[in-house]
């Protein structure tokens, strides 16, 4: 047996942060009771926030406009080219601009239930809550959402509801939000409130008597490493699902920042709840090294089928409409095509391996938009969808308006990440995680459009009020010495990684080692589970790590420009956090949301949660590496969206 498969347990992980009372008094309630630091005082705190993506950026812009001082991080060469560019569909909010019966506790229940059930109810309540409060910032900002005639921001669809919330900006709404928190950290930076860090990569956490105080960082140019003191540390690093090399997300997108901390004491939580989004442009070969995302927001008018037939090879067109199966719709009437990600991404893989898949391989299933043609127009399509559909046609050389769109579920978000209460704070004092490095709000399932809500409500609205009551706490009267032995340790292990890495002149890339690590992750831990597959990946990843440790080949050296040490760097990490994601989805021996146990399923294939068993969240406590960590189980209440059987029929 794996050694690394006997974990312990230890003490239950509670938030205490989050106030009893009504559900709908809490936040303000704790705004109230948070400690405020006097305006005059807070230029005398220095806050390092690591990311500038929608998370970061808007969280560097807020801070530094209350008058902190932000020393901010991205390995990017500019903050504004933060992975959340690449958003396209949309961002939620309960405006109820179209009178459709939506409101606060209507999104706040779709993403109790879209979740699976497995988030906390205090912080989900809080995010639709301050959905509203986004909008209005964004628009403040000059951020050109979609409108109707009338001159109304527009709304549309996504998965997992049956109200219209989503607000977008054509296929760019990331990028366009994105340009909103970056013209507002831009402000900053000219103000001197905000000193920025391009093309620096943080390669460890500073924890020093028991607190965040700092970051090893390492010039990405000169290869220089430094140190930065702080009087907290937030960590706006993005998710780790580059992991399974394939995936949606930017290709440097990784979890160096959150596994460091980790191993420096943060809990990590939920690590296995990632996300498959089904409607992805097919793997078309090994010489990929990413996939494409097509728009969630195209199943508000694609139709998703595939023959009735196994291996019927026909082009679409020549497959009459009695002889296709418009499988969502017809298993799904309420939501049809527009259920949440997980079941939709789960229902594709089950007609593929029924032989009932189209394209190379049998790895697709159609999104059709022939019907939204006739009933709109071409041109209303086009108005809509323009950019996806000449992306779409960039890539496979096949036009979307004649022919159909191939689809198939890739990697592409993960709901895990670092355990944070109510305040945003990890379990290392002075660490605080925002956006997708946390785990909080999304469950076992995240819904469509709400990565955005929750990054941009963690940066502009929930830190910018929690932050305060950590350093009215601890002062800024005690700064580090920079000789601390704390910081020497992490400064020197982060110096001996790299000068390994360098040494080991073996005979395998990084990319090599990091695509096979990939495969297994997919092929084991991906879309569906097993105990004896996850023992498998188990057994597996110890063999890949001590192999990557002899063989790896990094050519030049660690004190200049050299994107194979990054990128060994990152692959170091992924080894040691693809156990972990093993290991918490073979001990939740339960299906819910995005993790699949085929062991436990209902008796129509759709996840089977074991509530009495598993409704909680994990809490990992790191031990070191390829040691069995320790399970801090979070007890999570329902007191205001009952636990059910997810139905979407
Ligand atoms: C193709 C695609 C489309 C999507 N569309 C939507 C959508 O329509 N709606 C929606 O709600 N969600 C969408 N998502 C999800 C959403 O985009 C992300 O969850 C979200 O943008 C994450 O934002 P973030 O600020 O947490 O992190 P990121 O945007 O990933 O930013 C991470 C930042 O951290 C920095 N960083 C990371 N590690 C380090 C380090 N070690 N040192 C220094 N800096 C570091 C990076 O440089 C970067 O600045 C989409 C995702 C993908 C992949």
Redesign the pocket.
């Given at each position: 047996m794996n050694d690394y498969t006997r974990y312990g347990t230890g003490a239950p992980v509670a938030d205490t942060k989050a106030p009893d009372g009504p559900i709908e008094d809490r936040w303000d309630t704790r705004r109230f009771t948070a400690k405020l630091v006097n305006p005059a005082n807070r230029r005398k705190h220095r806050v390092i926030v690591?990311?500038?993506?929608?998370?970061?950026?808007s969280a560097g812009a807020t801070l530094a406009e209350q008058g902190y001082h932000v020393v901010q991080?991205?390995?990017?060469d500019s903050?504004r080219?933060?992975?959340?560019?690449?958003?396209?569909?949309?961002?939620?909010a309960a405006k109820n601009y179209r009178n459709d019966g939506d409101s606060i506790h209507r999104l706040f229940y779709d993403t109790v239930k879209g979740g699976d059930f497995r988030s906390r109810e205090s912080n989900v309540r809080r995010l639709a809550q301050i959905s509203v409060e986004i909008i209005d910032q964004c628009v403040a900002q000059g951020v050109p959402f979609a409108r109707e005639y009338g001159g109304l921001l527009d709304t549309r669809s996504f998965g997992g509801v049956q109200v219209s919330r989503t607000f977008?900006a054509r296929g760019q709404?990331?990028q366009q939000l994105l340009l909103g928190a970056y013209q507002a950290l831009s402000r900053q930076i000219a103000a001197g409130n905000v000193e920025i860090h391009p093309r620096?990569?943080?390669?460890d956490l500073l924890v020093v008597e028991g607190r965040a105080r700092g970051i090893v960082?390492r010039d990405l140019v000169t290869g220089e490493i430094s140190t930065h003191l702080a009087d907290a540390v937030v960590l706006?690093?993005?998710?780790y699902?580059n992991v399974f090399y394939l995936?949606?997300?930017?290709m440097?997108?990784?979890a160096?920042?959150i596994w460091r901390a980790h191993r420096r004491g943060a809990y990590f939580a939920n690590p296995c709840f990632t996300q498959i989004h089904p409607t992805c442009i097919p793997r078309t070969g090994d010489h990929q090294s990413k996939l494409?995302?097509m728009?969630?927001?195209l199943r508000n008018d694609g139709r998703i089928w595939v023959p009735k037939e196994k291996g019927d090879t026909r082009p679409p067109a020549d497959i009459p409409e009695a002889e296709r199966d418009y499988y969502l719709e017809r298993i799904y009437p309420s939501f049809g095509n527009l259920v949440p990600r997980d079941i939709a991404s789960r229902a594709a893989k089950n007609v593929c391996d029924e032989g009932r898949g189209v394209g190379p391989g049998g790895q697709g299933v159609y999104l059709d938009f022939a019907d939204a043609i006739t009933r709109l127009g071409r041109r209303a399509v086009e108005e809509k969808y323009g950019n996806l559909f000449e992306m779409y046609e960039r890539i496979t050389a096949e036009n979307p308006y004649e022919v159909p769109m191939r689809i198939y579920p890739a990697v592409?978000?993960t709901m895990g990440g670092l355990w944070v209460d109510y305040d945003l704070q990890t379990t290392v004092p002075g660490l605080f995680a925002?956006?997708?490095?946390n785990f909080s709000d999304h469950g076992a399932n995240r819904l469509?459009?709400?990565?955005?809500?929750?990054?941009l409500a963690d940066?502009y609205f929930v830190l910018p009020a929690t932050l305060n009551d950590y350093l009215a706490r601890h002062p800024a009267a005690d700064p580090v010495d920079p000789a601390h032995p704390a910081v020497t340790e992490a400064v020197t292990a982060t110096e001996e990684r790299l000068r390994r890495l360098v040494s080991v002149d073996g005979d395998r890339t990084a990319d090599s080692f990091h695509r096979e690590l990939g495969e297994l992750m997919w092929e084991l831990c991906g879309m569906s589970r097993t105990e004896q597959g996850l023992r498998k990946a188990l057994d597996r990843i110890p063999q890949i790590r001590e192999e990557f440790w002899r063989r790896i080949k990094v050519p030049g050296t660690e004190a200049e420009f050299n994107q194979s040490l990054e990128r060994a760097n990152r692959v170091v990490d992924y080894l040691e956090l693809a156990e972990l994601m093993c290991l918490d989805a073979l001990h939740r021996a339960e299906s819910c949301g995005g993790h699949f146990r085929e062991e436990s399923q209902t008796p129509d294939g759709e996840a089977a949660r074991r509530d009495d068993e598993f409704g909680y969240a994990a809490g990992w406590e790191f031990t070191g590496t390829g040691r069995p960590p320790v399970l801090h189980r979070e007890e999570l209440v329902f007191t205001e969206v009952h636990p059910t059987q997810r139905s979407y029929a």
């Open positions: 690591v990311g500038t993506g929608l998370a970061g950026g991080f991205c390995y990017q903050p080219r933060a992975h959340s560019i690449a958003a396209q569909g949309g961002i939620n977008y709404t990331g620096t990569e943080m390669l960082a706006a690093s993005g998710g699902g995936s949606t997300n930017a440097n997108s990784n160096t920042a494409t995302l728009s969630e927001s592409h978000y925002i956006g997708e490095a469509g459009a709400s990565a955005l809500m929750q990054g940066g």
